[in-house]
């Protein structure tokens, strides 16, 4: 019981990642270095694709330089959880 009970605690954790958007997939592909990485998307509210950078938790994880980085804005992502659903809010790129 208390295995399970642990691994309930567990499951329950939320963490929060970052995913960088990009205008083009060559400008991901520069901050990342390879096109697999970049997601591809279909942003309904200005009708137009974008990408995301894959997730990273802090400065060390990040692509590059924020100054050199090509994305036009940053996303928080929260994940984990039973149950948990994603949610995106936008940050500012710098």
Do not use: I
Not at 9 to 33: A, I, K
Not at 36 to 43: D, F, G, I, S
Not at 61 to 90: I, L, Y
């Amino acid at each position: 019981m208390v295995l399970v009970g642990a691994a309930l605690l567990n499951g329950c954790d939320r963490s929060v990642e970052t995913r960088d958007v990009y205008l083009t997939r060559n400008d991901c592909v520069q901050d990342w270095g390879e096109a697999r990485r970049c997601e591809e998307t279909y942003n309904q509210s200005t009708g137009m694709r974008q990408y995301f950078g894959p997730g990273y938790s802090g400065a060390r994880d990040a692509p590059t330089s924020r100054s050199a980085s090509k994305a036009v804005s940053s996303q928080s992502v929260v994940r984990g959880g039973f149950g948990a659903s994603a949610s995106a809010h936008s940050g500012s790129g710098t």
